[in-house]
């Protein structure tokens, strides 16, 4: 093996470190102090690629399996959700709550997550070279090494929770931080302010004593060392994938002076798109006709809609787009000549599925955001966002949820994230972006007062808006969605200017705060119903088996269920299937009609499996007959779980719409009605069943047309 190639093994372990056949082999005491002395020491006499850091948590080490992952996407890999890292540190809860990467993957998927673990950690030299390693100014190694990974995925390195480099499939235990640790990792990342905010908090919270708190405050402040930021330089290439099909997607309502500059500066793209798909939602009587003839040149599709909707237009243009890739544009953007190159490049670069940029708006300029920054990205600007198409049969389309709402973006990107896309964000090219006054959310009085505008002006009040809210509660506990909450009232005290402005701002908000509380109780309420109906997910339709009527098996199979939530019909059972299927990489939707006593227990156990922070299990609590004909509609699968009162009749339903029906309950009785019968209590053999129906769409009609069949 070649020098280069080389990996050497930094032993953290207490017994004897394992033979290692890739490179030197190094004993290192797990101490913040003993890592970075030895890094100081031996980092610039190395020429191997890559160091592995291990400890004899983690099992042994394999050779093979460090080579392949090498051959992958990124920079740092590492198996810290595996071991314990999951959900730390706890004071991040009150800082940055519902930060899309505060939300960690599954820990058996491989995944963007900055939560590393030095007990299995693989990382270029050439990051250590450029960024340095861990500071001495913790006590804890494991808090030291998250420190690291933040730091590095905010310098622009590419870190992937990779569960393979752990032999062992066992989830360990949370590991227990010092709270001086803890503290200062957020006095590090966000400062001194900040800091005593998350104490303040916790202490609120009955999370940490007062007493700790204190004491960690006074240490904290004592041993302060922030350095300053370093960029990753990353080695790029600069060669595009060839012969890319790249469909654009801009929805547009009442804004035909800036759609028509934007579609003058497609034109001179130094690569064309494959079409443009346009999705025109202006009043009739307002359209304008001749925006086709002026622009014959360029392979538009046009689609009208009567009833705006930033979801709706955009889920009809997805489904009616070919290309390889999507980009998503607003309609009131400016883009360079070399936008499409530019996004293509980047993810042939990375081997990324995802490429976002940044936007400025007036009054500022491209010079005031821009960086050479180019990282894992943590948001998904649909006004410039480029995206591998077939990502989005795993993590389905806009969620209606926010058809007239604020975040659609968040909760899609929130989705692919999860899903374990690379997903790369460029700040070094920022797009213009007008912010038009009419048209987009504003059509239905939503984002009417932004960030900006509240810091800016001293009545606009950014309060954190419904759909905000069911997001949070959808991807994370109710405890960062009460924190960014009251968060969002903190910055109706906030703006921009001189001593006087601020505190007429303060005067302001006081006034002001009684109704800014009760417009926050009011929107919670909105959530928590938004919560009963969505999500709805639609998902992304190809194939001509899908137009003869079942799902292809890239796109998600829908799985219904209706009963009680009781203890004893087992759903417990069929959500440990579900997870088990998801595992398999292959795409579900698990639909639960049906209310009970255990229905907390149940999505507690789907948000374990990170089931219902992707879209993978939904719970219906309204069984209306306008809900239940859109699930039968849906439905490719009814999983039926024990015999409650309207079982029979609910079988028949089944039946008699062709659908396959897969059944856990009463082998004699199912057996001569055509299901598909698998033992009671079995999520291995629920799972298994469920994976090759998934897989074979041609089976899953035939076992439908067999039901139908039988019946008559």
Known sequence: MLLAQSVELIWLGKGTAPLWPLGQVWAVAPSPMAVQNFIDEHLHKTRAKAWLFWGDSAGTPRPEVIQHILEGPGHVWHAGLKLGMGGLPNLLNYVNPIWMMNCDPNPHQEATSW????????????????????????????????????????????????PELVESGQIQPGVQLPLEDEAQFISQLRGQHWMTWGLIRASLNQTVSPIKAIRAWIQTRQNILIEPVKLYQHKVNGHTPPDARVSILI???????????????????????????????????????????????????????????????????????SGDYILFIDDDVEITSNFIEHHLTRLHEFRAEVSSGVVFEPPLSAKSIQTDRIRASDV?????????????????????????????????????????????????????????????????????????????????????????????????????????MLLSLLTTFSVRGNILRKAAKVLIGLV??????????????????????????????????????????????????????????????????????????????????GKGEYQEALVY?????????????????????????????????????????????????AQMAGITVVATAQEKLLGKMGVVVVPSHDPEAIAARLIEIVRSPILRFKLGQSAYNRKL
């Open 380 to 484: 998904f600007p649909t006004n410039n966002t480029m995206i591998r198409r077939e990502v989005l049969f795993a993590s389905g389309l806009f969620d209606m949820a926010y058809d007239h709402l604020p975040r659609a973006d968040g909760d899609l990107g929130m989705r692919v994230y999860l899903s374990g896309a690379v997903m790369v964000c460029d700040e070094s090219t920022p797009i213009l972006h007008h912010h038009a006054p009419r048209g987009g959310l504003r059509t239905h009085h939503a984002r009417q007062v932004t960030r900006n505008s509240s810091r800016r002006k001293l009545f606009h009040r950014n309060l954190q808006a419904a759909s905000e809210m069911y997001l949070a509660r959808r991807y994370f506990g109710v405890l960062q969605a009460n924190e960014m």
């Open 605 to 653: 156990a789907a948000r374990q499996h990170h089931l219902l922070q992707k879209g993978n299990i939904r719970f219906f609590t309204d069984s209306s007959p306008e809900i239940l004909r859109d699930l039968w509609y849906r439905a490719d699968v009814y999983l039926h779980l024990p015999f409650d009162g309207n079982s029979i009749e609910i079988l028949e339903k």
């Open 251 to 321: 929805p547009t309502v009442e804004r035909y002076p800036y759609l028509r500059v934007l579609l003058d500066q497609i034109r001179t793209q130094t690569i064309q798109p494959f079409e443009i798909i346009i999705v025109d939602q202006t009043p009739i009587r307002q359209r304008d006709m001749a925006l086709i003839q002026d622009f014959t040149d360029l392979p538009i599709k046009l689609f009208y809609l009567n009833q705006a909707g930033q979801c709706s237009s955009r889920n009809l243009g997805l489904q009616h787009s």
């Open 115 to 162: 939560r590393l673990s030095l007990n299995a950690c693989l990382i270029l030299t050439d990051v250590l070279n450029q960024l340095g390693g861990i500071k001495r100014v913790y006590r804890s190694l494991e808090v030291a090494a998250l420190d690291m990974g933040i730091r590095f995925i905010q310098a622009g390195v590419f870190i992937r929770n990779t």
């Open 512 to 593: 002001l705060l009684p109704n800014s509380i009760w417009r926050l109780y009011h929107r919670r309420q909105q959530a928590l119903a938004m919560l009963e109906t969505f999500p709805q997910i639609p998902s992304l339709e190809t194939g001509v088996l899908r137009e003869m009527g079942f799902a292809t098996t890239q796109t998600p199979l829908h799985i219904l269920s209706i009963g009680d939530l009781t203890r004893e019909n087992g759903y417990e059972f069929a959500i440990d299937a579900i997870a088990a299927v998801c595992r398999a990489g292959l795409p579900v939707i698990y639909s639960i009609v």
